[in-house]
């Protein structure tokens, strides 16, 4: 299938039905995730790791977490946390997205380039584990698996990781679950209004 189609097509799905998905398409989907680009090349850094939670009663924990967080924050926030509260306890899968850290393993070994590049190496750690998510929500669009990328889980970051047993840094969710809605694509910029040729 043409790649443009499945990244035009693909929207946030936020309802799932009561169906599991079977491990071969979860790991369909991890093994693009972990395909996204490792930073720096030659350091070859893939700074993701992956937690996939598909035992209900975890999810119902997971969504219990962040609804208790919700009822003690402000409106606002309150009202985005019930939402992705929704959205994690419909899930039939997730996806939790740690950074590994892996830059302190070579801390040693590359001293001087860790201390003079340390803030741009965290920051493309970020953006390398943000590429792994697309791919893992492209994949999940093309084998016609709903998926919603959230970040409301990091206000629950301690408590989610207590619960998991780690003290790594929460980056995302990615829920997954065939689709029990048709989603939506808010319109686009067009290139004139997003894209500056020099």
Do not use: H
Not at 9 to 16: A, D, L, N, T
Not at 107 to 129: D, M, P, R, W, Y
Not at 134 to 159: P, T
Request: with cysteine; hydrophobic share 45%.
């Amino acid at each position: 299938m043409d790649i443009l189609r499945i990244i035009k097509r693909r929207c946030s799905i936020r309802k799932y039905k009561n169906k599991p998905i079977p491990k071969k398409i979860l790991d369909k989907i991890i093994e693009a995730g972990i395909w996204g680009p490792s930073v720096p090349s030659f350091l070859r850094i893939q700074p993701w790791r992956f937690v996939i939670i598909t035992n209900k009663k975890s999810i119902g924990r997971l969504a219990k977490i962040i609804l208790n967080k919700a009822q003690n924050s402000k409106a606002g926030v309150n009202i985005l946390l019930r939402t992705a509260a929704n959205i994690v306890g419909n899930a039939q899968a997730i996806i939790i997205i740690y950074n590994s850290r892996d830059l302190e393993k070579v801390k040693s070994k590359f001293k001087e380039l860790v201390i003079n590049f340390s803030t741009v190496i965290n920051k493309a750690q970020l953006s390398a584990i943000s590429a792994s998510i697309q791919n893992m929500v492209l994949m999940a669009e093309s084998l016609r698996i709903g998926s919603c990328w959230l970040d409301m889980s990091l206000f629950c970051e301690k408590e989610i990781n207590k619960m998991l047993k780690t003290e790594e840094q929460l980056v995302a969710f990615l829920t997954l679950g065939y689709p029990a809605e048709k989603g939506r694509r808010a319109p686009r910029k067009p290139l004139s209004e997003a894209v500056k040729y020099i």
